[in-house]
């Protein structure tokens, strides 16, 4: 068993920027042999993630529309990627959203329309796409969803996103036990915060940072990078025996109380 991961495809979802933690993921995974497929949300983004996609030092990528709140595009995307590759190995799930008025003041004023926006692009679209990718993970495989602390304890301002992600986190559970008999794992990473566009929405994320530097056990904040490594040990048959997991990248925070 090793860290390779030639010969397997694996679709990464949620790439925006050269920020975005699904960039940090899909470098690891190229750099261990993966051929990558990525998905992208709206024609705004078409340019940025193609011109990612041709930085990674192989050309056998495919990119394709997929906005997560669509059955139909869901189904069509996958459709593609069955045509053109066969078999996938794995998929990397690194999408939320919420809106921005939201992510700030109190839990409590979350509106109903906005409650469901947050669940549907941020926790239901897994199980979406796990329904849509399993015919084509007929070998078995890996799929890698991104969660956040907020959804297992109170962080001020995550608010409506927060909820979103305990569900995600449950989703996570019992995608595994539906999948595990087909050899599909399904785990999250619980990154800690980075500055992303997604972040940005957050109230007051510089202050915690900040807080993070101070008292993360590891005394820094996390990088792409060290949520990519641990998403390729995720892909990789190393994790074999691992599904149903919130793995935290948080250089340990989530241990600390006071
Ligand atoms: P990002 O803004 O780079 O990525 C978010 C992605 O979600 C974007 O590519 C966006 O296009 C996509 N998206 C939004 N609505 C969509 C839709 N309807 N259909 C398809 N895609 C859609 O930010 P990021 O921080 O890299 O976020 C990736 C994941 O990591 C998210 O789930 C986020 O909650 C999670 N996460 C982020 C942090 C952090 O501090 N940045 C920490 C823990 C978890």
Redo the contacts with the bound molecule.
Sequence with gaps: FQLSLENRTFVV?????K????WGISQSLAKAGARLIFT??GER?EKNVRQLAESLDRDDHLVLP????SDEEIATTFKQIKEEVGTIHGIAH????ANKEELEGEYLNTTREGFLLAQN??AYSLTAVAKEARPLMSEGGSIIT???LGGEKVIKNYNV?GVAKATLDASVKYLANDLGKDGIRVNAI?????R????KGIGGFNDVLKTIEEKAPLRKTTTQEEVGDTALFLASDLARGITGEILHVDGGYNIISL
């Design positions: 979802m949620g790439v925006a920027n920020r975005s933690i699904a992208y949300a983004l997929c906005d997560i709140t690194c999408i939320a959203f692009i941020s991104l969660t956040y996103m619980s990154a800690g915060p980075i992303t566009l997604a972040a």
